[in-house]
């Protein structure tokens, strides 16, 4: 307990210090996430598919750094869970041996996907007019912990794509489970676009678009014919803690 | 303004008190108060709740009796209800037959029960029965039983049915079927053991967790007794070419398997274990194996007598046949063939 109060004390010293030249602030941050993971390239997403964002909320703290009259940067430290799930009728969709060969399935599928992750976010906030500003930076984000998992269901699977291509349903009643927690990576980097409304001196309401530059898999996870990528859309408010 | 205040509190309250009815279907209890043979005796009885199953239980070997019926006494989820007991009863024409009761819930939900007769012989034992069965890649194949829900016998058939690789097949010998159980191999995956077993196969286990076969599998059924022996026959020829295949990356189907040529000759596998199981704690008490190497290519009658460490009744008896003893470790011989008929469990 001791120690936690000596962190919170130096903590407080080090942000007032610094924001004492009026040019450093710093703020928490709550916010929702919306969004998930989509496959890339787009025309993967097989026609009638449907997905649902689960919103969760995400928290964290920031410091800005007013470089000049129009600009700001930002820099900051946030938790976020995000999930999401998806629906498709698939048809002779790939899964990939190291070897080259494949098996196929045509069917239902549904996804489940969650990741969390520590994200650490560089932005830079452009002035429009008083209490408006756009915002744009990039992030590195550091998953903790990845979910995904697939189901296949009433469908047909084989390694020949002609049955596959041909195939009549539904096929068995089954579904089938398969789970690509293994394959996810460790990190994810990416941009994020946003804009930024002052309710009052202190009081920041935001939205951001968050677009993940890499597959949520490993380099090594070729078991797929397509990259996940995320994409999420960030909406929140922020507290500056010192005038 | 008041009449619509007062309207919008009436709907408020209507709703309110309106009750979502039930989609439960539930067998709770389940007893017999009558049987039509008075030399017939209930033994005891199991539900099962996960797979709507209902065991009946009788301490004697019913394969000479036919004709006859159960009066039941069954309770239900709440509000649920059945019509496919006739006056009470459910009537067998053979011991081996598995009566199906419908369960309507409350809100028309329909689930199906199924009654089993579970005494000293186990059903379909002379393996005579088979169905078609939509395999996983939309092909028709034969699988063990008169349909896929009663069939207390299983075999891996639907995991292989991705590949049209069918391990244990009905072998017809002019008026007798007999089990063919054959080590094969797939595109993937280098070793493939035929089985066949009581229990059922867990297709979910098998794709979930395709390096580790023995979650492909779900052992074992109610029973009781305590047989002395197990009578059998069989006939087994070991592959050519004895293989270890071992996975290239642990966990990972999609990583293949490196195989290698061992010494020794592939050994087929039959044995049953009896046990007591208590919730997740499983005890055995006692077991009849066998593990052979090439036979003379004639089926022969072998008697396997039961080993016991303990002195108390089963809860459940597993019966398994493998063409490879070891194939859920990767290992065997491409074309090992075993070929059983006729099991019977001898009581003294």
New interface residues.
């Given amino acids: 307990m001791k120690k936690i109060l000596f962190i919170l004390l130096t903590l407080g010293c080090f942000f007032k210090t610094f924001s004492q030249d009026q040019k450093f602030n710093f703020y928490p941050n709550i916010a929702v996430d919306l969004g998930g993971a989509i496959p890339f390239p787009l025309s993967d997403i097989p026609e009638g598919a449907g997905g649902t964002p689960k919103p969760y909320p995400s928290i964290g703290i920031g410091s800005e750094y007013d470089l000049n009259e129009k600009w700001q940067l930002g820099f900051e430290i946030n938790y976020h869970l995000i999930a999401f799930s998806s629906n498709a009728d698939v048809v002779s969709q790939p ?5 080259g ?1 494949a ?1 196929y399935f045509t069917g239902k599928t549904e996804a489940d996907v969650e990741l969390r992750m520590v994200e650490f976010p560089l932005i830079a906030f452009y002035k429009l007019k008083e209490g408006r500003r756009i915002l744009f930076g990039a992030y590195y984000s550091r998953i903790l912990e990845g979910r995904f998992n697939t189901k296949g269901i009433n469908g ?5 794509k002609d ?1 596959t291509d041909n ?2 349903l539904p ?2 009643e ?6 690509f927690n ?1 394959f996810i990576d460790k990190y994810d980097i990416g941009l994020m676009i946003g804009y930024r409304y002052s309710i009052n001196h202190r009081f920041y309401l935001w939205g951001r678009l968050n677009v993940g530059f890499k597959s949520i898999f490993g380099k090594d996870f070729n ?1 797929i014919d397509y990259e996940m990528y995320q994409v999420r859309l960030n909406l929140g408010v922020s507290y500056l803690l010192f005038d | 303004m008041k009449k619509l205040f007062i309207s919008v509190f009436a709907v408020i309250i209507i709703f309110s008190c309106s009750k979502d009815e039930s989609s439960e279907a539930e067998v709770l209890d389940f007893s017999v108060t009558s049987v039509s043979n008075n030399e017939l005796v209930v033994e005891s009885i199991q539900i099962d709740s996960e797979f709507n199953r209902i065991y009946v239980l009788f301490d004697q070997d019913l394969s000479e009796f036919s004709s006859f019926s159960l009066t039941i006494d069954i309770k239900l989820s709440q509000d649920a209800k059945t019509s496919s007991l006739n006056n009470g009863m459910l009537s067998f024409t053979h011991p081996d037959e598995v009566k199906t009761i419908e369960v309507e819930a409350e809100d028309g939900f329909k689930v199906n029960w199924y009654v089993y007769l579970i005494h000293h012989q186990l059903q379909n034992s002379g393996f005579e029965n088979w169905f078609d069965n939509l395999g996983m890649n939309g092909r028709y194949y034969k699988e063990i039983g008169i349909s896929e829900v009663t069939s207390i016998w299983a075999t891996a058939n639907m995991g292989t049915s991705i590949y049209a690789v069918y391990g244990t097949q009905p072998l017809d010998d002019g008026s007798n079927t007999l089990a063919e159980i054959t080590t094969g191999k797939t595109s993937h995956v280098p070793v493939t053991a035929g089985t066949l077993f009581v229990g059922t196969f867990n297709l979910s286990g098998a794709i979930s967790h395709p390096t580790d076969p023995k979650q492909a599998t779900d052992f074992g059924l109610p029973y009781a007794f305590r047989p002395s022996e197990m009578n059998v026959k069989f006939k087994y020829q070991a592959g050519e070419t004895y293989v270890q295949a071992t996975l290239n990356e642990t966990n990972n189907i999609f990583g293949g398997f490196t195989v290698n040529e061992i010494e020794g000759e592939d050994m087929c596998s039959i044995y049953a274990i009896l046990e007591v199981r208590n919730g997740d704690q499983i005890t055995e008490i006692g077991r009849a194996e066998l593990y052979s190497e090439t036979t003379d290519d004639v089926l022969t009658e072998i008697t396997i007598p039961f080993e016991y460490a303990l002195a108390e009744a089963p809860t459940h008896i597993s019966v398994v046949f493998s063409s490879s003893k070891d194939g859920d470790l990767w290992k065997g011989a491409v074309g090992s063939t075993l070929v059983v008929d006729d099991l019977e469990l001898i009581f003294e």
């Fill in positions: 899964f990939y041996f190291d070897d060969s098996q047909i699977y084989s390694p020949d049955i195939a009549t096929g068995p089954y579904t089938i489970e398969y789970n293994e078991n």
